[in-house]
């Protein structure tokens, strides 16, 4: 479809104006020009993969792989040639799987266009006309009700239900036909639905399954009235050479002039369309070559699905699982809610029709035998003309040369899922030695990922094949991704205009790079007119400046942080270009480390008696992430650290050690369950929030000052940001190497080494083992730095959500709990303040109702949404949200209970929101004096008069 497109909009040429060699050259030279462009994506991409081991299914070897199967196949007798129903699109002029069509739903009148036909038609209704009976000239009449009037010159007879009494004086009388001029049995058939229209059917067998199966069962004839092209070639020559939906208004007209047509009612319905053409689907009798799937499709369901089988299905699958290898004869498929769609798919599939009649393609390796240069109905499958004129000659001629036998090499291809469907067999070798032997050992592959739009396309046919030529099934387990979808959930589509380049957002791309693209698009032919102007609407608005540079670290982590299983998977992309916040701050990071390490640094002996809470806290925190990254690549579980810390671990160390572990199981799992999603999205979490936000900006006045401990904070610093960048590195590869050979040669340089590459990708993943401080944490202090952390985050947003920066508007804040550890950590819990003359003070929460003058919020643990930051973590149990409730309507104060008490000047306030340096409309002002007021009395009567009250 697409070369077709691209020929027309530069030659105006369609592919019957050339001949099949041009057209296969022009088709080689996009083939080229593509894999080019999707080898240079995937390695700009940084994917880890054998770019020598690719494979072309229409490669010369491929090619021959595809006609030892097909040979295989055939001489077995499960690859069979006959006349039947099959999906047609006189578009394409091809067959079409029930799997290539989409099903669009009609649900009113509606005037439609479909390619090659100029005007519109309407659909969305059932005409309804009437035959004569007996004669032409009868005055008795049957109406029949149709969505298809433009067959009516291709009906052969009347149809309804053996039981319909208002029609069952009309069995076995003929109605007239006035088009063809045929008299018209009128049969009984119990498939006809009496409900249906007017409880009468019209049979054109020839253009329908349902009417074709009961013109089998009554030996009717077929009368074909569409040729090739779709147009229509009937007894009635007016009509003509008209496309057969063009044809819909000349049949109503006539009708109507001869006295027939009662006009039509509104009727919704299903309508077949080519997913690839947007063509409408017509069934046609055309000889094709069809697969034979009976114990395969058995055998392929249930080696998926055995879950509540009927006792007859079980019988089924103990017989045919003895041809099967005993080590393959199950398939996981995941997510596992899938396997109700395999089972529902294989219990109505058919026979599989493998041909098609295309420009390119695998050419089928079957020949007709010619008998004095008359077709024969037998056929032969071979490699090469010699090869069939061989076996023709010794199937049919006898055992000497007979020069009266020639064959002819079919000019239908394979449907490209055949060859498609042999990659396992292919990649494996299995084509180079087989015998043909069931034993062979090189399968099942480990695990086979891809889009679960083409599970049945390929995953099923992958299995069915790969059972029937070699008996073991082709991979143990089957990972499904959904769809990558725009932002608003559709599906990234070139005539939509809304795919991303990702080489744009890799490397960027100005205004005039982006609207090329769409330019190449509309004079491709892909997109239309309307589409191309509102793609420039679009672009200019949303990216007047163009897309600046992300890299593609950038791009993979925003990619990664999405939940693959899901069906659809939107990409944002303004999304994606905020990510580069987080490797900006990767940078920073390191850069902060460079710039101190001078002549003065030397390594330091890293005890964990000498570390401070701080120091334990950062490494608790990257032995959690390390836990969970680690799972998520490899299979097996690391060994639990120690539980145990020395007496001389502060509380922060032993809180940090503990959100490691924390963190580790939960990536463990969600590894284990194939959710990369929860791990990427912690490596920034981690580095961010803990290492940058809280470790660094704890010790790096220590570093700055060159106080007597800066040597401890710097080299440890320097440990977790090294071991954190191996961490990071499978998700981020070029930004962690890159700051991994800085830090490594600034490291070298200062302590007067010779500096030796090696690659991130040389060294282990990191691991508690690794270093004696990565074993020993505690949690027994968890709890008080969350608390700690929920509210310096509740001061931060009390002060950004009213505009506060510095200015002396808070005199005094109190925090009310039942804790008495929290006085501790004034310091931490101060350098959130940032307000000159604010004072800080711990209160009893027994004694809140001396403070009833105060703006009373409280503190939710684990709340991370106040800053508007990241996003709370899917690990987040729904103990937190459980606590709250019970905090709210529990008669008693609970111990995590935690209140903050703002003294604001609120006249200051007022006056702060109107300074000119603001630059605040008065609407503004009046929205947030009223969010202000109503915080406080929402926070009154909800905290306040409750915890008054229990107190009381």
């Known amino acids: 479809m697409v070369i077709e497109k691209l020929l027309w909009s530069k030659k105006k040429q369609t592919r019957h104006d050339i001949s099949r060699e041009e057209f296969a050259s022009i088709f080689n030279e996009w083939k080229e020009t593509k894999i080019k462009q999707i080898q240079h994506q995937l390695s700009s991409m940084g994917t880890s993969i054998d770019f020598s081991k690719d494979y072309f299914t229409l490669s010369p070897k491929m090619s021959d792989y595809v006609n030892t199967a097909f040979i295989e196949l055939f001489n077995k007798g499960l690859i069979y040639r006959s006349s039947y129903m099959v999906n047609w699109s006189y578009y394409l002029q091809s067959t079409l799987s029930d799997i290539e069509i989409e099903h669009r739903f009609i649900s009113k009148p509606t005037n439609y266009e479909v390619p090659g036909c100029s005007d519109k038609f309407l659909l969305g209704v059932l005409h309804h006309f009437k035959y004569p009976i007996e004669s032409e000239d009868s005055n008795e009449f049957v109406t029949i009700a149709t969505t298809r009037i433009e067959s009516v010159m291709g009906d052969v007879a009347l149809c309804v239900h053996p039981n319909d009494s208002r029609y069952s004086h009309l069995i076995g009388k003929r109605a007239f036909n006035p088009f063809t001029r045929q008299m018209m049995p009128i049969l009984a058939d119990a498939s006809v639905k009496p409900e249906f229209g007017t409880g009468v059917l019209k049979l054109t067998p020839a253009h329908s399954l349902i009417d074709y199966e009961i013109a089998q069962r009554h ?16 007894l009635y020559e007016p009509f003509n050479s008209v496309h057969r939906y063009a044809a819909k208004e000349l049949v109503r007209a006539e009708l109507d002039r001869r006295g027939l047509y009662e006009g039509y009612r509104e009727h919704s319905h299903w309508l077949p369309v080519c997913s690839r053409s947007g063509d409408i689907i017509e069934s046609r009798l055309v000889p094709q070559w069809f697969l034979r799937c009976d114990d395969a499709r058995y055998q392929t369901e249930f080696t998926v699905n055995r879950d509540s089988l009927s006792e007859e299905s079980e019988q089924r699958w103990n017989e045919l699982k003895t041809s099967l290898d005993e080590g393959s004869r199950n398939v996981s498929l995941i997510p596992s809610s899938y396997r109700n769609t ?131 099934l082709p991979f143990d387990r089957v990972l499904l991704h959904g769809m990558i979808c725009d932002s608003n959930g559709k599906k990234m589509s070139k005539s939509k205009g809304n795919v991303v380049d990702p080489m744009h957002l890799i490397e960027g791309a100005n205004l005039e790079q982006l609207i090329q693209q769409s330019k190449d698009l509309f004079d491709a032919g892909l997109i239309s007119d309307e589409v191309f102007t509102e793609l420039m609407k679009r672009t200019l608005k949303a990216w007047p400046n163009g897309l600046p540079v992300c890299g593609a670290d950038v791009l993979r982590l925003s990619l990664l942080q999405s939940d693959f299983k899901e069906q659809k998977v939107n990409f944002d992309l303004s999304k994606t270009v905020k990510k580069r916040v987080f490797s900006n701050k990767m940078h920073q990071t390191v850069r902060f480390i460079l710039l101190h390490l001078d002549d003065h640094f030397e390594q330091v002996s890293l005890a964990p008696d000498q570390l401070s809470n701080i120091d334990k806290w950062i490494l ?31 509380n ?49 006045h220590d570093i700055i000052d060159k106080r007597p401990n800066y040597l401890q904070s710097l080299n440890l610093l320097i440990l977790v940001t090294s071991l954190s960048l191996r961490l990071i590195h499978p998700f981020m590869p070029f930004i962690t190497e890159n700051l991994y050979q800085h830090l490594s040669f600034a490291q070298c340089k200062s302590e007067k080494q010779d500096y030796q590459y090696r690659s991130i990708l040389q060294l282990p993943y990191p691991s508690p083992s690794e270093h004696s401080l990565l074993q020993f944490f505690d949690g027994s202090y968890m709890d008080d730095y969350e608390k700690v952390f929920a509210i310096q985050r509740k001061i931060r947003w009390f002060k950004q959500n009213f505009l506060i920066n510095r200015e002396p508007l808070i005199e005094r804040i109190r925090v009310a709990s039942l804790s008495s550890t929290l006085p501790q950590y004034e310091g931490m819990i101060s350098s959130a303040i940032k307000i000159a003359d604010c004072r800080l003070e711990f209160v009893d929460l027994h004694d809140i109702y001396h403070f009833d003058d105060a703006y009373c919020v409280q503190v939710n643990l684990n709340d991370e949404d106040d800053e508007g930051t990241a996003q709370s973590s899917s690990s987040s149990s729904d103990s937190d949200s459980a606590a709250d409730s019970r905090a709210k309507t529990s008669n008693s104060l609970q111990a995590d209970e935690i209140y903050l008490l703002f003294s604001v000047k609120r006249a200051l306030l007022e006056g702060r929101l109107h300074d000119a340096k603001l630059n605040l409309k008065e609407p503004k002002i009046k929205s947030l004096l009223g969010q202000f007021d109503q915080l406080h009395a929402k926070n009154f009567s909800e905290n306040y008069k409750r915890l008054t009250k229990i107190v009381s």
């Not at 029709?353 to 393609?361: N, P």
């Not at 990536?667 to 940058?692: G, M, P, T």
């Open 342 to 472: 395999w089972k529902d798919w294989f219990s109505r599939h058919k026979d599989w029709c493998v041909s098609r009649q295309i420009f390119w393609g695998h050419r089928i390796p079957a020949f007709q035998v010619l008998k004095d240069s008359a077709p024969t109905e037998f056929w032969v499958a071979a490699k090469s003309e010699s090869e069939a004129l061989r076996l023709a000659a010794e199937k049919y001629g006898g055992s000497g040369a007979d020069e009266s036998i020639t064959v002819k090499q079919d000019s239908d291809v394979l449907d490209t899922w055949f060859s498609s469907g042999l990659l396992p067999l292919a990649v494996t070798g299995w084509f180079d030695g087989h015998t043909g032997s069931p034993n062979h050992r090189r399968l099942p592959l480990s695990l086979m990922e891809t889009g679960h739009d083409i599970i049945f396309f390929w995953v099923a046919r992958m299995v069915m094949l790969s059972l029937q030529l070699s008996g073991r």
């Open 652 to 700: 922060i160390d032993k809180w940090i050690l503990t959100k490691f572990v924390q963190l580790g199981n939960l990536c463990r799992d969600s590894f284990k369950s194939y959710d990369l999603h929860k791990a990427a999205c912690q490596v920034e979490k981690f580095w961010i929030n803990d290492l940058c936000d809280v470790y660094l900006e704890s010790i790096k």
């Open 219 to 234: 030996d009717l004839p077929m009368i074909n009235i569409f040729d090739d092209k779709g147009n229509i070639q009937c």
């Open 620 to 650: 608790t925190k990257f032995v959690q992430l390390g836990n969970l990254c680690r799972d998520s690549f490899k299979s097996y579980d690391l060994h639990k650290a120690a539980c145990q810390a020395p007496d001389q671990l502060s």
